[in-house]
C-alpha cells in the first residue's frame, strides 16, 4: 500500500509537470485543442501497472491540480470532461482485452477530443464546433500513437523494476 | 472499502462544485450580438450590443423596441392610438381645444420651442402645413412622375402664414397643448426621432446595456463603447456613392451621438430638378446648400435638431452655430461633394 | 501491436477522412459566397449570389413588389411600389450586414458573408 502510495505521488507529480511543458509548449495548428497529451502517458502507466482506481484518482488529482493552478475554470471543465470519457472508454478496452496498449492509447487519445468538444458544443451552444471532429479524431489517433509506442515502453521496464521491488517486500 | 467510498463521494462533490464555477465564470463572459426591428419612426432600428446569451440580448433589444414604439406613438402626427393623446390629437384639436398630453410630449415641445430659438428658427416643430404640403406632393411626384410638380409659390405662402411658434401654447401646470391658430400643425419630424433615441439610450444604460450602439434609421447613438474599451466606428455614408467609396468618413464614438440630414434618402425630382424632404422655413423651399450634414453632440434630440438647422443654412453661418455651441461638432457634404468639418469632428484624422 | 490495434487505427482514419469529405461537402453546400437574402415580414423568400448579375421581382398577392438588381457584387432595389422611395434612393449594398429596407411592402435584403467593412453603423 504504502509502496503504491509513493508511486502514485511520483506520477501524479509527473503528470503534473507533464501538463506544465504541454502549456508552455503548446502545438498550433489553427484548431483549438489539439496536443499531445502527455500526461495521458502516465495514466496509462498506471491503468496497466497500478489499477484502475489509481488511474481514475491520478487522472482527476492532476486535472484539478492544472486548472487550480495555471488553467482556469472554464478550461478545467473541458478537461475534466475528455480526462473522464477517455479514461472510462480506456478501461473498457483494456477490460476487453480486444487491444495492445497501442490501442488502448489511440482510444484514449481520440475520446479525449471527443469529451472536450461534446461539452465545448453544449457550453458554446453551436453545433458548428463538431466542423472540428475529423480533425481532432485525426490529431487525437496521432497522439495516440505516439504516447502509446511510449507508454508501451515505459510499461515494459517499469513492470520489471516495480515487480522486482514488490517480490523483495514481499 | 468504506474510506474509498467516502473518498468518491468527497471527489464527486469537488467535480460538481467546480462544474457549477465554470459555468458560471463561462456565463459572465460577453458576446456581442446584433438585433433589428423595425415600425417605429418609419425606418430600421439596429442595436448592436454585448450580452451573456442570446436570449438576454433578445430580452433587453425587445424592451428597447417597446420604448421606441412608445415614442413612435406619441409622436405619431399621421395615426391616432387608443388611449394615447399624441401629436395628431393636438393637431386635430388645432384652434378648438387645449389637450392634455404626456409629459414627455411637454418635454419635447420644450425642446422644440427651444432648438427654434437657438437656431434662428432653422428648425421649425410648427411648420407642419408646409410640410404636410411639400409631403403630399413628394408622394404624388413618386406615384406618377408626369404629375410631380411641386407647391406654387402662392400655396407655400398661404400655408406659411399658419406657422406662428407663438401660437402653439403650452400649459406647463395644466399639462396641455393647444395650438390657438386652427390652420396650423405640428410636425415634430427634426427632432422627435432624436429626443427618441436619447432616451432609449438612457433606458439602455438603466436596464445594464452598458456598451451598445443604436441606430434608428442612421441616428445613431452610443451607450459606452465597445466591451473591449474601444470605441464604435461610425459611418457617415456617402450622399452620392455612385462613384466611389459607400462611406466618406468615419467617426469614433464611445458616447454620444451623430444625426444626419441629407436631401438622398427621401425626396422626389420634378423636370430633373431634386427636392428633398427638408424645407428650409425662410424659403419654403428645399434648401440648396448641401447634400448631407452631421453633428455629432452629447444628445441626440439636440443632434437632430442642428443637422436640420445646419442643412438648412450656409456654411459660414453653420459653423458660427456650431463653434457656439459646447461639444458640438459638424461636418457638411457640399452637393459638389466638397467636405468641410468644424474643428473637432473627425476625431480619428486629429491623432 | 496486436492486429486489432492496427485495424482500430485504419478505421479511425478512415473516420476522419469520410469527417472531412462530409465537411467540406457540407460547406460547400451551404455556400459561404457574398449573397443577398430577401425577407418578406421576416419571412426568407430567396437567396441570390452576389456574384451573379440578375434582377429578381419581389412581388407580394396584394400587388405591391420591389425589384431586386444584383449586379458588380451589389445589390439594390431598382423599382418598387412603395411611396416613399427611400429603397430605390438607397445605394447600392455589398458589404457584410448591410441591408436594404421598404418599410411599406416590409420588404428587407440582407447581405450575407459580404466583405467586412469595418463599421459598426451608419449615419445617414
New interface residues.
Given amino acids: 500500500m504504502a509502496k503504491k502510495v509513493a508511486y502514485m505521488g511520483m506520477l501524479t507529480a509527473l503528470a503534473f509537470v507533464f501538463s506544465y511543458i504541454e502549456f508552455l509548449l503548446p502545438i498550433n495548428l489553427g484548431v483549438p485543442g489539439i496536443k499531445l497529451g502527455l500526461a495521458n502517458l502516465v495514466v496509462i502507466v498506471a491503468l496497466y501497472l497500478l489499477d484502475v ?1 489509481w488511474a481514475c ?1 491520478l487522472s ?1 488529482v492532476r486535472i ?1 491540480l492544472v ?1 487550480l493552478t495555471f488553467g ?3 478550461s ?2 473541458y478537461s ?1 470532461a475528455g480526462g473522464i470519457l477517455s479514461l472510462v472508454i480506456m478501461i473498457i478496452a483494456k477490460k476487453g482485452k480486444l487491444f495492445s496498449v497501442m490501442g488502448v492509447s489511440i482510444l484514449g487519445g481520440v475520446f479525449h477530443n471527443i469529451g472536450q468538444i461534446v461539452v465545448a458544443v453544449f ?1 458554446v ?1 453551436t453545433t458548428s464546433l463538431l466542423y472540428y471532429l475529423p480533425v481532432l479524431i485525426l490529431s487525437g489517433t496521432i497522439a495516440g500513437v505516439l504516447i502509446g509506442i511510449l507508454s508501451a515502453i515505459l510499461i515494459r521496464h517499469l513492470k520489471k523494476a516495480i515487480q522486482a521491488e514488490g517480490t523483495k517486500c514481499e | 472499502m468504506k474510506k ?1 467510498r467516502q ?1 468518491g463521494i468527497l ?1 464527486a462533490a ?2 460538481v462544485l ?2 457549477v ?3 458560471q ?2 456565463n459572465q463572459k460577453l458576446q456581442r450580438y ?1 438585433g ?1 426591428f ?2 417605429s419612426f ?3 432600428t ?1 442595436v ?1 450590443g454585448y450580452a451573456k ?1 442570446q436570449k438576454d440580448f433578445s430580452e433587453k433589444l425587445g424592451l428597447l423596441e417597446e420604448k421606441l414604439a412608445h415614442y413612435h406613438q406619441l409622436f405619431d402626427i399621421y395615426h391616432t392610438y387608443d388611449g394615447v393623446n399624441n401629436i395628431k390629437t393636438i393637431n386635430d384639436a388645432a384652434g378648438k381645444q387645449a389637450v392634455k398630453v404626456d409629459g414627455e410630449i411637454l418635454d419635447l415641445l420644450r425642446l422644440g420651442k427651444d432648438m427654434y430659438a437657438r437656431t434662428e428658427g432653422k428648425v421649425h416643430i410648427a411648420y407642419g402645413s408646409v410640410l404636410s404640403l411639400w409631403h403630399d406632393c413628394r ?1 404624388e411626384g ?2 406618377s412622375q408626369e404629375q410631380a410638380r411641386i407647391p406654387t409659390e402662392e400655396e407655400l405662402a398661404k400655408r406659411a402664414v399658419h406657422t406662428d411658434m407663438d401660437d402653439l401654447v403650452i400649459d406647463e401646470e395644466a399639462a396641455t397643448v393647444f395650438l390657438r391658430d386652427g390652420e396650423m400643425s405640428l410636425d415634430v419630424g427634426s427632432i422627435g426621432k432624436g429626443y427618441a433615441v436619447q432616451k432609449v439610450a438612457e433606458y439602455a444604460r438603466e436596464i445594464g446595456m452598458e456598451h451598445t ?1 443604436i ?1 434608428v ?4 447613438c452610443a451607450v459606452g463603447g ?1 466591451a473591449d474599451g474601444t470605441p ?7 450622399p452620392r ?2 462613384n466611389g467609396e ?2 466618406i468618413a ?1 467617426v469614433e464614438i464611445d458616447s454620444g451621438c ?3 440630414s ?1 436631401d ?5 425630382e420634378v423636370e430633373g430638378e431634386r427636392y428633398c424632404h427638408i424645407i428650409d422655413p425662410d424659403t419654403n423651399m428645399p434648401p440648396q446648400y448641401f447634400s ?1 450634414v ?1 453633428v455629432r453632440t452629447k444628445d441626440s434630440g439636440v443632434a437632430d435638431a442642428f443637422s436640420t438647422a445646419l442643412f438648412n443654412m450656409e456654411y459660414e453661418a453653420g459653423l458660427a452655430l456650431v463653434e457656439n455651441m459646447e461639444d458640438m461638432e459638424a461636418m457638411w457634404v457640399g452637393k459638389d461633394g466638397q467636405i468641410r468639418y468644424s474643428g473637432g469632428f473627425n476625431n480619428d484624422e486629429e491623432k | 501491436m496486436k492486429k486489432n490495434d492496427v485495424i482500430l487505427l485504419a478505421a479511425l482514419i478512415v473516420a476522419a477522412l469520410a469527417g472531412f469529405g462530409g465537411v467540406s461537402l457540407y460547406s460547400k453546400l451551404s455556400t459561404r459566397e457574398p449573397q443577398a437574402v430577401a425577407y418578406l415580414d421576416g419571412e426568407e423568400q430567396g437567396r441570390y449570389p452576389l456574384s451573379e448579375d440578375t434582377t429578381v421581382e419581389i412581388r407580394q398577392t396584394d400587388g405591391s413588389y420591389n425589384i431586386l438588381q444584383i449586379q458588380n457584387g451589389k445589390a439594390e432595389i431598382t423599382a418598387a411600389s412603395c ?4 429603397c430605390v ?5 455589398g ?1 457584410q ?3 436594404l ?1 421598404c ?1 411599406p411592402n ?1 420588404m ?1 435584403v440582407e447581405i450575407e458573408n459580404g466583405e467586412e ?8
Fill in positions: 482506481r484518482s482527476v484539478l486548472g482556469n475554470p472554464a478545467m471543465i475534466l457550453v451552444e | 474509498l473518498a471527489v469537488v467535480l467546480a462544474g464555477v465554470c459555468i465564470y463561462y446584433e433589428q423595425f415600425g418609419d425606418t430600421v439596429t448592436t446569451s408622394e413618386l406615384r450602439l441606430s434609421g442612421g441616428n445613431v465597445k464604435w466606428v461610425v459611418g457617415v455614408e456617402n456613392p455612385d459607400p462611406y468615419t451623430i444625426v444626419t441629407g438622398y434618402q427621401r425626396y422626389y448631407s452631421s | 411611396p416613399d422611395k427611400v434612393n438607397h445605394r447600392p449594398v458589404g450586414g448591410e441591408s429596407v418599410l416590409k428587407v467593412l469595418g463599421i459598426d453603423a451608419g449615419t445617414r
